[in-house]
């Protein structure tokens, strides 16, 4: 399964395109690729402490291949999914490493899977872009609007966070020393990338 960055074919299509077209347009053959200075973490907080889990970009490929179709103010994507190994996350030591895996089931669901469906630009006078993304844990699939914000310095600068439930997903958050340590069901992914084109 070819290994599609979502958030990082977002930016660097609203970028080139800058929602202006009045006419489908198709691409089939655009590439980018994203910089070692771009991490993506999942942040957490139990009743005694905040903790992230931060995944290991090198393990995603360097270039990516997109393709969509591109509407007035709209981009749709035929083809966008971020694959996360759950075993690429290291949340800081062994034994909440071991937890973060449990949590999510990973013998059985290996992987987190994000699936752009398409992004917009609301207002046609600011800059404020929102990503439609299906998120797969654990086989169950929910759909989040997410709004990204976007910076043009020597590169593409792409930040966002997203607030999830981990009951919608139907996960039990753990609990330690005879419960007197619990974990809250909600957590955030926060994303921060720089995008390059080829």
Do not use: H, W
């Not at 299509?13 to 690729?33: G, I, M, Q, R």
């Not at 030591?93 to 899977?113: C, M, Q, S, V």
């Not at 654990?138 to 914000?149: D, E, H, Q």
């Amino acid at each position: 399964m070819t290994r599609i960055f979502s958030i990082i074919v977002l930016f660097f299509l609203a970028s080139v395109l800058n929602f202006t077209k009045t006419e489908k347009v198709e691409v089939k053959d655009s590439t980018v690729f994203f910089s070692s200075e771009s991490y993506l973490k999942i942040n957490g907080k139990t009743n005694v402490s905040n903790f992230e889990c931060n995944f290991d970009m090198n393990t995603l490929s360097d270039s990516i291949n997109v393709n969509y179709n591109a509407y007035d103010r709209i981009i749709k994507f035929n083809k966008a999914a971020l694959i996360l190994p759950n075993l690429q996350f290291n949340c800081g030591g062994r034994a909440i490493n071991k937890d973060f895996k449990k949590l999510l089931n990973t013998d059985e669901f290996p992987e987190i899977i994000l699936n752009l469906k398409e992004i917009s630009k609301i207002n046609i006078d600011d800059n404020s872009i929102t990503a439609t993304v299906d998120i797969m844990i654990c086989n169950i699939v929910n759909t989040y609007n997410i709004p990204i914000s976007i910076v043009e310095n020597d590169g593409l600068y792409v930040k966002g966070t997203l607030p999830l439930d981990i009951n919608d997903f139907s996960l039990t958050p753990p609990t330690k020393i005879l419960g007197m340590i619990k974990v809250s069901s909600e957590i955030e992914i926060q994303f921060s990338l720089k995008i390059l084109n080829c």
